[in-house]
């Protein structure tokens, strides 16, 4: 099919008005939040329903065209980039939350709901979508669902993987299904949870139920700043170790609290070496005896000062700095690379240690801001990207970061996700036997790989290598030649 | 069909032949639905086990998995059955750090003794399956299985952070890792778990834990009617209280665990002393306001041997003679209605329901007597799965959403069709 061909049937399907052709408007589409790489799309759709979606795929299935599903664009490993171009899907128009079912804990909602929107219009039910990534103002339930993604109280509650029942999915051939009604234990495989994080490369979603849970009655949040990060860090594995359960527990750097304090006026005194925030929930009854547990456990291992947010406003404050505390890396540098790896929560003061180490080899700040209480690490590399050393110290430094955190027994992504950013690194992390059994599942839903090409699976070789020597019945062992890492 | 002596003389080379039995006798204590497997053996470790199942595919032997033998009644009688591979000698803590709260454990480990293996360290892994001396790790995520309290923290679902599991044809592959958050490609443990043998044996799992909570306590509410039991789960539903466990128990169910009444909700809460108080407070002063005949709070020895017992009113193992274990779910909103339904089933069967209902997760455990026709019990609403030894049981309800995308996955994983054969949904 030609271009003009497809352009129109494409509005046939979705309406003029909800094609995009135009080369500049296209631009926009060329990459997500991971500008590292940039390709752009030959055309973008705009669905408003399952149907639409399920024609734009059945037209691009027969013309052999990839298709690259694509909430608002945050993702930060370039998950939503069309690496060899085709359609784009876009979510935005699927804005609609369906249904609030506050009985059954559950909502029906559609893919391009911005996740702070469902929060907001949850809240006055007394009800949450407990997934908070940072960029929740921005960010899609559906982005959230293909990423797995997280958020700051998902250390209590659980990944998004945790709160979703079931999804209605364009699949590759175009046709169209519900993983489940939603209920809980359905027998036969779980097709919502291998789906959930599968990043857009095994069909649209265009549907979700989604779990709701009751806000909690009472929360508490304390900022506490430490001279140093060790001592940051050792009070983390403590509170973790002692069970105290904070539904939060974050952690910022020096350099990231000189950024959000000059945006926030937060006061902080700058010759803190790391701040945590801490975050505990439930019934009101016993609350301040954990605070106060909390607090002396913090000043056990050395903070300088232990602040209690006393007023709502004062938490929403606090937490506006560390939600946003990314953006106002902008006051310290023209751009940074964030590396999102994970590593086991007693590893962390090593792993930071070396991040700092490499900051000094690589001559580029790092700031740290992250979910310590995962040890989920993002090392914030600032560096200018039109001094191309630079870009190329970064890129290098990242490379270090994300070897030592498999060092210290982590992975490579907590919640960011794989995309083109880290395919080369899955080798680090997993045998080929390991890859070829994710890449047979992914193409037991695509099996002619329209969907997201290029992601995850390493460049050198792509997810229909890996499942085609799995079929021949090779083991790794058999492929000579061929070590763990050699791809990359 | 292999011809066992053939097989086990092969098996022989690959583990210590005093763990492998091709003998009738030694071979019938691992029957699944009275079809004995021609042989068993027990490896003692993953290369072992990937051996195994190398020398399985060569012979063109059908391998059922086995871990403690709690749950093999558990689908349809075997298409074909030549291999049960135990997973009893698989049975180590493979790696646990305290402070990271993350443990590794081989699938054969029964989960009690691991409960005893964490309680020193204060931390738990908190499932509470049924029959836990003997049900394992692999075979509780196998199945799916669950406990009165998911309410508070979920299943192994929410719990396993990492796998390593032989394919059929013994390539040994794994998933996941040993941190408690990641998204390092796609998530292969929820393809494992509830895959009921069909599609790799799991041989070992990473799971994140919890400290142990430092207080725990337990009210047993006793209704008349079961409108005003469900009537109260819906308020309780409704406050922002967190009960880590909230059991309808049926008449039958009450008379079982040795209590009188004609229903009845065990509640427990969890956590920080003065919270479990506030939680029996305010669901006492619930149950009272929706005409609780009775309000007791169990001791702590009291709620430990009551929950144990609870947990064992969903076991499938050692049913009664003609009896049959079904597991409906449902919404929340839904279960009461469900309830009623069981009720009025087993009395037009002749007989009477035992019922436990994890209501607020919208499931039903019931024990019925088995109909004259037992494909009667696919009319229950909800239906998953029943369980007995009576032939001909819809052993699983309707075909599920996604079907297709099952079989498809179920012949990637498994072309041959060695594992498990004919045991689950039909057509995988
Ligand atoms: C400032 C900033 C802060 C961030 N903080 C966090 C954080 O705290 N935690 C966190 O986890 N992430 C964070 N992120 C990353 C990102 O926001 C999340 O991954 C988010 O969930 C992506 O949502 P999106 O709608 O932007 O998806 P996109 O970026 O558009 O897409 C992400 C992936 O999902 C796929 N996809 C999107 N919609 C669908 C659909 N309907 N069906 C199938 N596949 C689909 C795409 O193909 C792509 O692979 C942050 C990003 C930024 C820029």
């Given at each position: 099919m030609d271009r003009a061909n497809l352009i129109a049937e494409l509005k046939r399907v979705v309406g003029a008005r909800a094609v995009v052709d135009d080369a500049a408007a296209l631009m926009t589409y060329e990459a997500d939040g991971c500008v590292m790489d940039l390709h752009a799309p030959t055309l973008v759709v705009l669905p408003a329903t399952t149907e639409q979606v399920a024609n734009v795929v059945q037209l691009a299935q027969r013309a052999r065209i990839p298709i690259v599903p694509r909430g608002a664009g945050t993702g930060l490993a370039g998950g939503a980039t069309p690496m060899q171009g085709g359609i784009v899907i876009a979510t935005t128009r699927m804005d609609q939350v369906l249904e609030v079912d506050a009985r059954n804990r559950r909502a029906r909602v559609q893919p391009g709901v911005i996740n702070w929107e469902l929060s907001q219009y949850l809240a006055p039910y007394g009800y949450q979508f407990v997934p908070d990534p940072s960029s929740q103002r921005a960010c899609t339930v559906g982005g959230n669902i293909a990423n797995n993604s997280g958020g700051p109280h998902c250390l209590k509650y659980g990944t998004t993987t945790d709160h979703i029942l079931a999804l209605r999915m364009v699949l590759p051939d175009g046709s169209v299904i519900w993983t489940s009604d939603g209920s809980a234990d359905r027998i036969g495989y779980d097709l919502q949870g291998v789906l959930t994080g599968s990043e857009g490369m095994c069909g649209v979603i265009t549907e979700a139920w989604v779990r709701l849970t009751r806000l909690p009655e009472a929360q508490r949040v304390v900022l506490a700043l430490f001279p140093d990060i060790p001592s940051a860090s050792q009070t983390v594995s403590t509170v973790v170790a002692r069970g105290f359960l904070p539904a939060a527990l974050e952690m910022m750097d020096q350099l990231a609290i000189k950024a959000v304090n000059g945006m926030y006026r937060l006061g902080l005194p700058?010759?803190?070496?790391?701040?945590?925030?801490?975050?505990?929930?439930?019934?009101?009854?016993?609350?301040?005896?954990?605070?106060?547990?909390?607090?002396?456990?913090?000043?056990?291992?050395?903070?300088?000062?232990?602040?209690?947010?006393?007023?709502?406003?004062?938490?929403?404050?606090?937490?506006?700095?560390?939600?946003?505390?990314?953006?106002?890396?902008?006051?310290?540098?023209?751009?940074?690379?964030?590396?999102?790896?994970?590593?086991?929560?007693?590893?962390?003061?090593?792993t930071l240690a070396r991040v700092g180490e490499v900051s000094q080899e690589f001559k580029l700040p790092i700031a740290n801001v992250f979910h310590a209480g995962d040890g989920n690490l993002h090392p914030l590399i600032?560096?200018?990207?039109?001094?191309?050393?630079?870009?190329?110290r970064a890129l290098l430094a990242a490379n270090a970061v994300l070897r030592e955190s498999i060092e210290q027994g982590g992975v490579i992504s907590g919640e960011h996700g794989i995309g083109v950013e880290k395919r080369d690194y899955m080798t680090l992390l997993y045998s080929t036997d390991d890859l070829a059994a994710m890449a047979g599942l992914k193409q037991c839903f695509d099996p002619h790989e329209l969907f997201n090409p290029g992601k995850v699976f390493p460049a050198g070789r792509g997810c229909g290598e890996l499942a085609a020597l799995r079929r021949s019945g090779l083991n790794a062992a058999d492929v000579a030649g061929t070590p763990a890492g050699a791809w990359l | 069909?292999?011809?066992?002596?053939?097989?086990?003389?092969?098996?022989?080379?690959?583990?210590?032949?005093?763990?492998?039995?091709?003998?009738?006798?030694?071979?019938?204590?691992?029957?699944?639905?009275?079809?004995?497997?021609?042989?068993?053996?027990?490896?003692?470790?993953?290369?072992?086990?990937?051996?195994?199942?190398?020398?399985?595919?060569?012979?063109?032997?059908?391998?059922?998995?086995?871990?403690?033998?709690?749950?093999?009644?558990?689908?349809?009688?075997?298409?074909?059955?030549?291999?049960?591979?135990?997973?009893?000698?698989?049975?180590?803590?493979?790696?646990?750090?305290?402070?990271?709260?993350?443990?590794?454990?081989?699938?054969?480990?029964?989960?009690?003794?691991?409960?005893?293996?964490?309680?020193?360290?204060?931390?738990?892994?908190?499932?509470?399956?049924?029959?836990?001396?003997?049900?394992?790790?692999?075979?509780?995520?196998?199945?799916?299985?669950?406990?009165?309290?998911?309410?508070?923290?979920?299943?192994?679902?929410?719990?396993?952070?990492?796998?390593?599991?032989?394919?059929?044809?013994?390539?040994?592959?794994?998933?996941?890792?040993?941190?408690?958050?990641?998204?390092?490609?796609?998530?292969?443990?929820?393809?494992?778990?509830?895959?009921?043998?069909?599609?790799?044996?799991?041989?070992?799992?990473?799971?994140?834990?919890?400290?142990?909570?430092?207080?725990?306590?337990?009210?047993?509410?006793?209704?008349?009617?079961?409108?005003?039991?469900?009537?109260?789960?819906?308020?309780?539903?409704?406050?922002?209280?967190?009960?880590?466990?909230?059991?309808?128990?049926?008449?039958?169910?009450?008379?079982?665990?040795?209590?009188?009444?004609?229903?009845?909700?065990?509640?427990?809460?969890?956590?920080?002393?003065?919270?479990?108080?506030?939680?029996?407070?305010?669901?006492?002063?619930?149950?009272?306001?929706?005409?609780?005949?009775?309000?007791?709070?169990?001791?702590?020895?009291?709620?430990?041997?009551?929950?144990?017992?609870?947990?064992?009113?969903?076991?499938?193992?050692?049913?009664?003679?003609n009896t049959v274990l079904v597991k409906l779910v449902g919404q929340p909103a839904t279960i009461e209605t469900t309830v009623a339904q069981v009720e009025a089933f087993a009395q037009t069967h002749g007989g009477q329901a035992l019922m436990s209902a994890r209501a607020l997760n919208g499931i039903v455990y019931a024990r019925l007597p088995v109909p004259t026709q037992p494909q009667a019990l696919a009319a229950l609403p909800g239906l998953q799965w029943a369980a007995g030894t009576a032939p001909d049981l819809p052993y699983w309800g309707t075909e599920p959403a996604g079907f297709t995308l099952m079989q498809r996955i179920k012949a990637e994983f498994d072309p041959a069709g060695q594992l498990n054969p004919g045991r689950f949904i039909p057509g995988i």
């Open positions: 700058e010759s803190a070496g790391a701040a945590l925030l801490i975050e505990l929930d439930g019934v009101s009854d016993g609350l301040d005896d954990l605070l106060a547990e909390v607090t002396g456990t913090c000043r056990d291992f050395g903070a300088m000062e232990v602040r209690p947010a006393k007023t709502p406003e004062e938490q929403a404050q606090v937490w506006a700095a560390r939600k946003n505390a990314f953006g106002a890396m902008g006051r310290l540098s023209p751009s940074y690379y964030l590396v999102d790896t994970v590593v086991p929560r007693t590893r962390l003061p090593a600032l560096f200018d990207r039109r001094d191309k050393s630079q870009l190329e | 069909m292999t011809k066992p002596d053939t097989l086990a003389r092969a098996l022989a080379t690959v583990v210590a032949p005093e763990y492998v039995q091709a003998d009738p006798v030694a071979c019938a204590p691992y029957q699944i639905h009275g079809i004995v497997p021609g042989c068993t053996i027990a490896p003692a470790s993953l290369e072992e086990l990937a051996a195994v199942l190398r020398l399985a595919q060569e012979h063109g032997a059908a391998v059922a998995p086995w871990g403690g033998g709690t749950q093999q009644l558990l689908g349809h009688p075997p298409a074909r059955l030549d291999l049960v591979v135990r997973t009893e000698r698989l049975s180590q803590v493979l790696e646990h750090e305290p402070a990271d709260l993350t443990i590794s454990v081989g699938a054969g480990l029964p989960i009690g003794a691991l409960r005893d293996y964490l309680a020193p360290h204060r931390q738990m892994l908190p499932l509470d399956p049924p029959l836990p001396a003997r049900a394992t790790i692999g075979g509780l995520l196998a199945t799916a299985a669950d406990g009165p309290r998911r309410l508070g923290y979920g299943t192994l679902r929410e719990l396993l952070i990492g796998i390593t599991v032989v394919e059929a044809g013994g390539r040994i592959s794994r998933g996941g890792g040993m941190v408690v958050k990641n998204v390092s490609g796609f998530d292969m443990m929820k393809l494992y778990h509830g895959s009921f043998g069909t599609l790799a044996i799991i041989a070992a799992a990473n799971f994140k834990l919890l400290p142990l909570p430092r207080a725990a306590t337990t009210l047993l509410c006793r209704f008349g009617q079961p409108g005003a039991a469900f009537a109260m789960l819906d308020a309780l539903h409704q406050t922002q209280l967190t009960p880590t466990a909230a059991e309808y128990l049926n008449q039958a169910a009450l008379m079982e665990l040795g209590f009188e009444g004609s229903c009845a909700l065990a509640l427990r809460a969890e956590g920080l002393p003065a919270a479990v108080e506030r939680h029996m407070t305010d669901m006492a002063a619930l149950a009272e306001r929706h005409s609780a005949s009775g309000t007791e709070r169990l001791n702590h020895e009291q709620e430990a041997e009551l929950w144990l017992r609870i947990a064992d009113l969903s076991q499938a193992t050692e049913l009664p003679a």
